[in-house]
């Protein structure tokens, strides 16, 4: 039974790069997910304001709007394990530095504000790297099972990371937490270390910096398919996954759980999204992956909904879960489906230009979804995006490039740079 779970889910595993590559993804998401827990409640606890925290959580992705098609060059342009493991070091450094001002009592709102920023340009870097390395580890028939276990550390870590700090946050303290999430990133670094494979994209030397950053852009832009995705994933993360401003005063006003409460919610969430990974990695069908995009877009908003007008902790959590492997599987399908038809030339710019839509949005989301909420309170909000990503969805089916990927005839090939 083992060997045909091992043969059929987890088959990218066997190559040891991309394993190595899978636990320092796997332990830098707990780090991540578990300071946004962490720094979110911090910034609540200190100004009684989802605003506040919702500005900290604009500050950490706002780097994803403007870092990321330089990001994507850089990974195009040198060594890709290189660049991977200078973010994991500078990150190492950012936490052992936000460990640091909080034990002598300097972690202002202000503070957060900024190490946020800083903590959300190396994450960024990280991740659009990270996007580049996986398809030059295993070979190209592995490709979807690689990019499915890829996003299962990314996203599933928000299970481990907020698990972990959930008894430090409870029984000691915060500190405890944020020293946790720098001994996460020590371990990432170390794994990083270890890879192997050397490889970079193709960059125009003859060229100027500005015009092989357009290059992604142009590219981006005038394929119809990658664009019709990039799109689309924009709406989905403005519209339902900008929750972690959210969470803090919706586990305070609706569940009465405070800090506890929002590592719990945020582990359901990861809960739900290790789950739906894993399952994805599993599916080869094409017609069945375009099918499951299509029904994890609307279950998207329904689950958001769903969390945001409840108040009781037995369905918060259950739609929790149901909305963390809904939102998961649709992003997990929507980075499968960019990265299969893009080439390793663009790669590393295509990504950072991806990174740019999704980041920005939800940025922005997370900082307007705070205020708003101050405004009126957080399941009115959620229930309107919910709603709102639910049309969307339904309507995108008359959209041709994205009918095709809903049901599809055939399995997409690689469109030339």
Request: hydrophobic share 50%.
């Amino acid at each position: 039974m083992f060997q045909t779970i091992s043969s059929r889910f987890l088959l990218a595993l066997q190559y040891r790069d991309f394993r190595t590559l899978w636990t320092a993804n796997l332990l830098a998401g707990a780090s991540a997910w578990a300071l946004i827990v962490a720094r979110g409640w911090l910034a609540y606890d200190l100004t009684g304001s989802s605003l506040w925290v919702g500005l900290v959580t604009f500050m950490a992705m706002a780097p994803r709007v403007f870092a990321t098609p330089a990001i994507g060059f850089i990974a195009d342009r040198f060594d890709r394990q290189t660049v991977l493991s200078w973010t994991y070091g500078l990150n190492l450094a950012h936490n052992v530095a936000l460990a640091v001002l909080f034990t002598m009592g300097m972690a202002g709102p202000w503070a957060l504000v900024v190490l946020a920023l800083i903590n959300g340009t190396l994450r960024t870097s990280q991740q659009t790297t990270t996007q580049s390395l996986v398809p030059n580890l295993v070979p190209r028939e592995n490709l979807l099972n690689a990019l499915a276990l890829n996003e299962a550390t990314q996203q599933g870590s928000r299970l481990l990371g907020p698990a972990a700090i959930a008894p430090l946050l409870f029984l000691l303290n915060i500190e405890a937490a944020l020293w946790l999430c720098s001994g996460f990133y020590l371990l990432g670094l170390i794994q990083t270390l270890r890879i192997n494979t050397r490889s970079r994209g193709n960059i125009d030397r003859s060229k100027s910096l500005s015009q092989n950053l357009l290059a992604g852009f142009n590219y981006v832009y005038s394929t119809p398919v990658v664009l019709a995705m990039v799109l689309l994933a924009l709406f989905h993360c403005s519209l339902t996954m900008s929750y972690e401003s959210l969470l803090p005063v919706l586990s305070e006003e609706a569940l009465s759980a405070g800090s506890s409460g929002v590592s719990l919610l945020m582990a359901a969430v990861g809960a739900g999204v290790l789950a739906s990974s894993v399952t994805l990695a599993g599916v080869r069908s094409n017609g069945i992956r375009g099918r499951l995009f299509l029904v994890l877009g609307v279950g998207s908003g329904i689950t958001y909904l769903a969390l945001g007008v409840s108040t009781l902790a037995g369905p918060s959590m259950a739609a929790a879960v149901l909305m963390g492997a809904s939102t998961a599987g649709f992003m997990t399908l929507t980075h499968t489906i960019i990265q299969t038809v893009v080439p390793d030339g663009v790669r590393g710019r295509v990504s950072g230009i991806y990174s740019m839509h999704v980041g920005g949005s939800m940025a922005v989301a997370n900082l307007m979804n705070g205020a708003l909420s101050d405004w009126f309170n957080a399941p009115v909000v959620m229930a309107i995006t919910g709603v709102g990503f639910v049309l969307a969805v339904s309507l995108s089916v008359a959209h041709f490039p994205l009918r095709q990927i809903y049901f599809p005839r055939v399995a997409p090939e690689p469109f030339p740079a």
